[in-house]
């Protein structure tokens, strides 16, 4: 029995990544095809070729994300923008939720942005467990508040880091790792299954 269940556990290794990747890609594809539903009628796709063809949407979603980027690095397009985004500020509940998604995302996605560019380890949840933490910005008004040297850390949860705990620690307690983020995540979202590279090393132990 033991070679069939050997067999058994190859084939599912093999067919469970792959049916939860063709899943994700379908719903993907599935949510994104929904943008054509804000075209006229008679400029769907169902329209002129008379069925369904999955993937338009995603197209048009990266045209229409290519166009909006072209268009915002040009002068016009940036007083546009400014324009926008003034309208926005002045509706008291948007502005909150707007300005709050559109500082997380400028410093997440620009090239400028310095968060997510360390891999700590961090005591959590107690002072004998270790636990993987992303270095972020620490506010100047916070930072002002704080005796000594601290950093402000994203402590992501398994196996959705999405979701996680935000806290300022010191500095001379934590250990960065010579691991890329990437890595970190996956090594998050596989409970530890796939593991950070072997040369992975501390940059700064706190006993050192």
Do not use: C
Not at 8 to 26: A, D, H, K, R, S
Not at 72 to 80: D, E, M, S, V, Y
Not at 147 to 159: K, L, N, R, Y
Not at 175 to 180: G, K, R, V
Request: aromatic share 12%; charged share 15%; proline share 7%.
């Amino acid at each position: 029995m033991a070679p069939i269940r050997r067999y058994f556990i190859t084939g599912l290794l093999i067919w469970v990544p792959l049916g939860i990747t063709i899943w994700v890609l379908e719903a993907l594809i599935v949510a994104m095809d929904q943008t054509l539903l804000l075209l006229p009628e008679r400029w769907q796709p169902e329209a002129w070729l008379g069925f369904y063809l999955p993937g338009l949407g995603v197209l048009l979603t990266a045209l229409v994300i290519f166009l909006t980027g072209l268009l915002a690095a040009n002068l016009i397009g940036q007083r546009l923008l400014r324009f926008w985004e003034g309208l926005l500020h002045r509706i008291p509940v948007v502005k909150s939720i707007y300005g709050s998604v559109k500082q997380v995302s400028d410093t997440l996605l620009s090239g400028s942005g310095h968060a997510f560019r360390k891999v700590l380890l961090v005591r959590y949840p107690h002072p004998e467990a270790w636990s993987l933490a992303f270095q972020t910005n620490v506010p100047a008004d916070v930072a002002g508040s704080l005796g000594e040297d601290h950093v402000a850390v994203f402590i992501p949860t398994a196996p959705s880091p999405v979701n996680g705990f935000y806290f300022y620690v010191k500095r001379a307690e934590t250990i960065e790792l010579d691991i890329s983020v990437d890595m970190a995540l996956k090594y998050i979202v596989s409970m530890g299954v796939v593991a950070p590279p072997a040369q992975a090393v501390a940059a700064n132990y706190p006993g050192d």
